[in-house]
T-cell receptor, first 117, second 113 residues
Framework: AQKVTQAQTEISVVEKEDVTLDCVYE???????LFWYKQPPSGELVFLIR??????QNEISGRYSWNFQKSTSSFNFTITASQVVDSAVYFC??????????????FGQGTRLTINP | EADIYQTPRYLVIGTGKKITLECSQT?????MYWYQQDPGMELHLIHY???????EKGDLSSESTVSRIRTEHFPLTLESARPSHTSQYLC????????????FGQGTRLTVV
């Protein structure tokens, strides 16, 4: 069965520090997608990135970067030069191939990130 | 910006009442989902739909029911609310297949007293 683990329940840093959110996953499938979502205080989950199981290239988008390593089943997320607006709960999630295309996301426990001014 | 709406945002209701949480999307997505988020933040899939007249149970057992009569509408109903149903309920939709991102509503925070 699939499982996603975010071992860091809460992280608190001072603005401008770099911070890395860890994500470890388990799956028996060879074809899957990994996602990161951000949940601000307003409640909705905001999509940040997806990565398929065959693409281990790291990705950078502005201050955000993601490191995907199949060898360690990890998909870590780094925020460089953090800002107060980055404060939110961040979720890592896994989606496996399914008939009829329904996306049944399995979420990690979430990491509450607080950036202090 | 996602076009998926949930009402009400907050609901406090007494035990035994019947409630319906509304979810609508204007993106024409076939697939819709309900996730339950417990106070510890974990999210679990409780219902999903492939399209009109399709409803399926998710990984977490739930006493709620859903219906999908129209593409854009996916309401969730609790026939008799109990304090154990207190949670945040998030609706989502997606297009194409299982590999695409889902779009989430802002959620309904339900408190049963």
């Amino acid at each position: 069965a699939q499982k996603v683990t975010q071992a860091q329940t809460e992280i608190s840093v001072v603005e401008k520090e770099d911070v890395t959110l860890d994500c470890v996953y388990e799956t028996r499938d060879t074809t899957y997608y990994l996602f990161w979502y951000k949940q601000p205080p307003s409640g909705e989950l905001v999509f940040l990135i997806r990565r398929n199981s065959f693409d281990e290239q790291n990705e950078i988008s502005g201050r955000y970067s993601w490191n995907f390593q199949k060898s360690t089943s990890s998909f870590n997320f780094t925020i460089t030069a953090s800002q107060v607006v980055d404060s939110a709960v961040y979720f890592c999630a896994l989606s496996e191939a399914s008939d009829q295309g329904a996306q049944k996301l399995v979420f990690g426990q979430g990491t509450r990130l607080t950036i202090n001014p | 910006e996602a076009d998926i709406y949930q009402t009400p945002r907050y609901l406090v209701i007494g035990t035994g009442k019947k409630i319906t949480l509304e979810c609508s999307q204007t993106m024409g997505h076939d697939k819709m989902y309900w996730y339950q988020q417990d106070p510890g933040m974990e999210l679990h899939l409780i219902h999903y739909s492939y399209g009109v007249n399709s409803t399926e149970k998710g990984d977490l057992s739930s006493e709620s029911t859903v219906s999908r009569i129209r593409t854009e509408h996916f309401p969730l109903t609790l026939e008799s609310a109990r304090p154990s149903h207190t949670s945040q309920y998030l609706c989502a939709s997606s297009s194409r297949g299982w590999w695409t991102e889902a779009f989430f509503g802002q959620g309904t925070r339900l408190t049963v007293v």
